[in-house]
């Protein structure tokens, strides 16, 4: 899509130097040079700088399909056209040096540092981005989404025929808003002004990957020995299931601020993090406390110089169960339920822990009033009024987990005192757990899950429990099962697919869903945050009112960080830390 390059544009200078980012969940340690016993924590010039972390096991590296290994990607390994400022608030240069953007907030331009190089040698250009994009949005099994296995596109983009790409309604890829229009620069046409839009170029999916390797390794370009990559790092071993190093990438345009010789991640299953006793056995170095060691931790003098926090990082929540029983499709049955929750109680159970009363974190809506208290009183009301007096008649509800959580157990507490409401908690393995929250069930009730937060209004709106989403939730039983047979039916064209899919959605999501589609849409075109935020307030109000998810709790991340590690800016961002820029003192 060609883009006139006489047009009216604002400078947006970058910065000339990345700044020096790193965050929770990495480790490290010195270990002497020549034929001197390693050194944790103290040492001089000489000792090698070796980063000891922990990370859970990833199920691939490639950063367009959702997994937990994308955000060492972007740890690291590979640099996009821009990267997050220390805070996670703003962006600062990454590959591209500087840019621009048109009047009309549509059109952005980067031009690309010209001593960008690949760990190979090879120069990083504008073409290697177009192939990398047509690749992430080339319609596959699964559509962009934020859950495992989907396709790592972040709609909130609104790169223009980006979305209609890879839903396969738009089948030619130079109608697609992303152009090479030199070797050293590239642009982005959108469908309206986004001004959430440089911030999302930090997503591991707009990372670039180097053509060549793919087209010559398509299945194994992820192994260490074909490894070719543009980040401050590059993957030297892999170990499934075991560890992970990463050393220095000779090649990067800023090797000046990479001060680490060596990164070692070990790995661990999902859901089963390391035991602090490996932070205590010197083992690792830098780690994040979980569940109940947060409290031996937090509580003792003598780490207290070694807690850090990012706070209010993630938001547990509990999502509505799709069923054959009618009786959570009341929103007043939601409300009621989302009213007697016992968010307080939970709060109290551990250190870091807040009442979340909306799906936007408290440090984006409360100065707009966004949330609301449990009121006991209120939701005996409700759900007498949907003819469940005292809980009589209401059938028991399920709450389906992978993992034991305390907000389950205080719920169903809390409903059968206050409410007189039998729930029971379905504990199964990650497997099971992914595949029946999106079953219909024959029991009612909710599937519980954690996110985490979001910093700016636009991915609060547009990213997770973003407008389709809501929409498909919305859907009765007997609607999604449709849903779901069209979405699998491998005979339909795309376009067909999608099409189908789109009426589903119109004729039967429910009306407040699609107020808030509207909403954020309308929000979404305006020219500038501040007047889009009043369109995405409005927005988050009507989402939270639909309770089809029901926001529990607001939790710090803690880590566990020994002294002497330095340039570690803790963000509350899903890739946790920058591994550039973080060094060791030896202190």
């Known amino acids: 899509m060609a883009v006139p390059h006489t047009m009216p544009k604002r400078s947006v200078q970058a910065a000339a130097v990345v700044a020096t980012a790193a965050l929770a969940l990495s480790a490290c340690s010195i270990f002497g040079d020549g034929d001197t016993d390693p050194t944790v924590g103290a040492g001089g010039e000489n000792d090698a700088q070796v980063l000891r972390t922990t990370w859970s096991n990833p199920e691939s590296l490639d950063p367009h399909v959702i997994s937990n290994g994308i955000w060492i990607d972007q740890q690291g390994l590979f640099e996009g056209l821009v990267v997050q400022n220390s805070t996670g608030s703003d962006v600062e240069a990454g590959t591209a040096d500087e840019w621009e953007v048109s009047e009309d907030g549509t059109v952005w331009t980067f031009h690309l540092r010209d001593d960008a190089s690949w760990s190979n040698g090879d120069a990083v250009t504008a073409q290697d981005f177009l192939w990398t994009y047509e690749r992430l949005l080339t319609p596959g099994g699964s559509g962009a989404g934020n859950t495992t296995g989907a396709n790592s596109y972040q709609v909130a983009l609104g790169i223009a025929n980006a979305s209609e790409f890879l839903a396969g309604t738009v089948t030619d890829f130079a109608e697609v808003g992303i ?23 930090t997503h591991p999916s707009m990372l670039p990957l180097h053509p060549a390797t793919l087209e010559e390794f398509p299945q194994e370009w992820t192994e260490p020995e074909n490894w070719v990559s543009n980040g401050p790092f590059v993957l030297d071993e892999w170990q499934r299931n075991v560890e992970m190093t990463l050393v220095p990438n000779e090649n990067y345009w800023d090797t000046e601020n990479v001060h680490l010789d060596e990164v070692e991640i070990q790995l661990y299953a999902s859901g089963e993090p390391v035991s602090p006793v490996a932070y205590d056995n010197d083992e690792v170095d830098l780690m994040q406390l979980v569940g109940e060691d947060v409290f031996s931790y937090v509580d003792n003098p003598e780490f207290t110089d070694q807690i850090r926090a990012v706070e209010q990082r993630n938001i547990t929540y509990l999502a509505l169960l799709r069923s054959t029983n009618p009786v959570l499709e009341d929103v007043r049955v939601r409300e009621a339920l989302s009213l007697a929750l016992g968010r307080e109680i939970v709060a109290g159970l551990q250190p870091g822990v807040a009442v979340a009363r909306s799906l936007v974190p408290e440090y984006l ?45 205080v719920a169903v507490d809390q409903w059968a005192e206050n409410l007189g409401v039998t729930a029971t908690v379905n504990n199964v393995e990650r497997g099971v757990y992914v595949e029946e929250r999106w079953s219909i069930q024959d029991t009612p009730g909710f599937y519980s899950g954690s996110f985490i937060t979001r ?133």
Do not use: C
């Open 179 to 201: 152009e090479a229009s030199a070797d050293d620069q590239l642009v982005f046409t959108l469908d309206a002004p986004n001004p959430g839009f440089l911030l999302g170029l």
């Open 365 to 409: 809506g409360a100065e707009h009033g966004l949330g609301q208290d449990e009121d006991i009183a209120r939701a005996q009301e409700l759900l007498a009024d949907a003819g469940y007096h005292d809980g009589e008649g209401f059938p028991e509800l399920m709450l389906l987990t992978e993992a034991p959580r305390p907000e389950l157990d």
């Open 455 to 587: 910093t700016n209004w636009n991915d609060a709106i547009n990213t997770t429990f973003n407008p389709r989403t809501m929409e498909e939730f919305s859907l009765p039983a007997e609607v999604w099962e449709e849903y779901q047979e069209v979405q699998a039916d491998e005979d339909l064209d795309p376009g067909e697919r999608a099409s189908q899919l789109q009426a589903l959605r119109d004729a039967h999501a429910s009306a407040g869903a699609q107020e808030f589609t509207a909403l954020a849409a309308e929000g979404s075109s305006q020219p500038d945050l501040e007047a889009a935020t009043g369109y995405f307030v409005d927005a988050a109000e009507v989402r939270d009112d639909l309770y089809l998810y029901l926001p529990v709790t607001l939790i710090d991340a803690n880590y566990l960080v020994r002294p002497g590690v330095e340039g570690l800016n803790l963000r509350g961002t899903p890739d946790v830390y920058y591994f550039k820029g973080v060094s060791i003192t030896g202190e």
